[in-house]
């Protein structure tokens, strides 16, 4: 199915390249659909049979698709647990290649107020300051907020640093009055030891 509907967004291939060929290289090449997702048009140019403007075009499409699929989720959705913050951030980090951080701003009721990311940085880390964080919480008045933060490899399984960090943002929220509900870290459940594909230290009593 994946193939005809790609198959459709080409057109037509080139000569020595049959469109149903091209399909076939562009999903083998991606590895997945999530990973396409975040595909620029250097990326589709690389596949034989798309030339520059066809791989501009389904460039397009990939960005228009993340744009929908980030905005069809409620803004003042309840996010009272870390399935469901799981759930609203697996969007934004399906296929990334490096570590982001973002914060979740919300009301007294656990709504989500606002979204904003915070850090990136490279495949194993991402410098995460607290003042970042707290400074979108009370721009946008929020009396709590989460932090949420992926790992490229799939296993959610803190670090270290991890740790380190999410005491750091405990302390720092109970000083500008900003409650730090919890640090989710992202992952895949096939990469996740315990099935889930997150760790929430929240859940594990650590926050």
């Known amino acids: 199915m994946d193939e005809e509907l790609f198959a459709l967004l080409i057109g037509a291939g080139t000569k020595g390249s049959p469109v149903q060929q091209v399909s076939q290289a562009l999903l083998k090449e991606a590895g997945s659909l999530a990973m396409m997702a975040t595909w620029e048009a250097a990326d589709f140019a690389r596949v034989r049979g798309l030339g ?4 501009a075009e389904l460039s397009a499409v990939m960005e228009l698709a993340r744009r929908i699929r980030e905005r069809a989720q409620d803004p003042g959705e309840k996010l009272d647990a870390p399935l469901k913050v799981w ?3 697996e969007p934004l980090a399906a296929g990334l290649t490096v570590e982001k951080c973002w914060v979740l701003c919300l009301n007294r ?17 991402a410098l995460l300051h607290p003042r970042e964080v707290f ?64 760790f929430s230290f929240g859940e594990a009593g650590l926050i």
């Open 87 to 89: 759930a609203r951030m």
């Open 109 to 125: 009721r656990n709504r989500l107020l606002a979204l904003h990311e915070v850090s990136s940085g490279t495949a194993t880390s």
């Open 52 to 55: 520059p403007a066809k791989a």
């Open 135 to 198: 400074r979108q919480a009370l721009r946008h008045g929020a009396p709590a907020a989460i932090v949420a933060h992926n790992h490229p490899s799939g296993d959610p399984t803190p670090s270290a640093a991890d740790r380190t960090v999410t005491r750091q943002l405990v302390e720092a929220g109970r000083v500008v009055g900003v409650e730090l509900v919890d640090h989710v870290v992202m992952g895949r459940p096939e990469a996740d030891p315990a099935g889930k594909g997150w």
